[in-house]
């Protein structure tokens, strides 16, 4: 295609209603670039920009987010922002009825029995401000269970944990925290059977190497528990390091050996750039 069809094309396009954005993408070019090449045209660029303007502020009031739309047109979110207000539009009142709109799902969802838990995840929130939503809301954050419905959850709850499910993930489902959930098992005789064997567990990944932070966020614990529940058991830090560190330090040694960047090294092993340079420096290894 030469330049005078596809300035040609560009106008045309433009004419049509067409963004300068949309159509500077389909060619390869600048939004200023198209701008150009419409002025030279004869095209007004007062008019471009009026219609412009009348389709942000038409996105804007059908509830499109600002940032989006900013992206979109290619401007910044504070030039949407001039827009609108230019037009009459109050985005403090537009985003104050989102808000009231989704705190009224919220509570319709936790009046029709689904744990604040559930809600806040999928809303991003925490289960405090699903609570308070809920009270200003005048809705109930959570039903008050009879004897017989509480003694059946706890049940469920137990049963679950000890199929070996974790107790955070079982805890969010019915909207308690983990520790709530230990609790739970722990009334019921089944505490000691099933974190001591979760405790095993945690004992045989240390010792085949894996690292506490990944255990813990695989079983629900933080890094500073799995830590704690090693040094009981006799598992410190230094005598783990002991054992596994010297292995480690030859892998690193022999894959850098066999031509592997440091920086992947160092990635696969979880370990700085100047970790893996001064194992390799004391190692006396070239490397790169």
Same mark, same amino acid.
């Given at each position: 295609?030469? !330049?005078?069809? %596809?300035? !040609?094309?560009?106008?045309? %396009?433009?004419?049509?209603?067409?963004? #300068?954005?949309?159509?500077?993408?389909?060619?390869?070019?600048?939004?200023? /670039?198209? +701008? /150009?090449?419409?002025?030279?045209?004869?095209?007004s660029g007062k008019q471009m920009k009026t219609e412009r303007n009348r389709e942000i502020v038409r996105r804007v009031q059908a509830r499109q987010p #600002?940032?989006?739309v900013?992206?979109? @047109?290619?401007?910044?979110?504070?030039?949407?922002?001039?827009?609108? !207000?230019?037009?009459? &539009?109050?985005?403090?009142?537009? +985003?104050?009825?989102?808000?009231?709109?989704r705190n009224r799902k919220i509570a319709e969802r936790v009046a029709n029995g689904e744990t604040r838990a559930a809600v806040a995840i999928e809303f991003? &929130?925490?289960?405090?401000?699903?609570? $308070?939503?809920?009270?200003?809301? *005048? =809705?109930?954050? +959570?039903?008050?269970?009879?004897? /017989?419905?509480?003694?059946?959850?706890?049940?469920?709850?137990?049963? !679950?944990?000890?199929?070996g499910e974790n107790?955070?993930? =079982?805890?969010?489902? @019915?909207?308690l925290t983990g520790a709530q959930v230990g609790s739970i098992c722990k009334q019921a005789d089944v505490y000691v059977q099933d974190f001591q064997e979760r405790n095993r567990?945690? @004992?045989?990944?240390?010792?085949?190497?894996?690292?506490r932070k990944d255990i813990a966020l695989d079983l629900g614990l933080s890094a500073d528990r799995v830590r704690q529940i090693c040094r009981q058991a006799g598992?410190?830090?230094k005598q783990f390091d002991n054992q596994k560190r010297a292995e480690r330090n030859q892998q690193i040694i022999e894959r850098?050996? $066999?031509?592997?960047?440091?920086?992947? =090294?160092?990635?696969? @092993? *979880?370990?700085?750039?100047?970790?893996?340079?001064?194992?390799?420096n004391e190692a006396a290894t070239p490397h790169g």
């Open positions: 295609m030469t !330049r005078e069809n %596809r300035n !040609r094309q560009i106008i045309e %396009r433009i004419q049509a209603g067409e963004l #300068p954005k949309d159509v500077a993408d389909d060619m390869g070019l600048s939004t200023a /670039q198209v +701008w /150009q090449i419409c002025r030279k045209a004869g095209l #600002p940032k989006a900013a992206k979109e @047109f290619g401007l910044s979110l504070n030039t949407v922002h001039q827009i609108c !207000r230019q037009a009459g &539009l109050d985005l403090k009142d537009l +985003w104050q009825c989102k808000i009231r709109k991003g &929130l925490s289960a405090n401000m699903v609570q $308070s939503i809920c009270r200003n809301e *005048g =809705v109930a954050a +959570w039903k008050r269970l009879t004897k /017989q419905e509480y003694q059946k959850r706890n049940q469920k709850i137990i049963q !679950r944990v000890q199929a107790q955070t993930a =079982v805890g969010k489902e @019915f909207g567990q945690i @004992f045989r990944r240390v010792q085949k190497g894996e690292t598992l410190g830090r850098v050996q $066999s031509g592997e960047t440091l920086k992947n =090294v160092a990635a696969d @092993f *979880g370990l700085t750039l100047g970790t893996v340079r001064k194992i390799c």
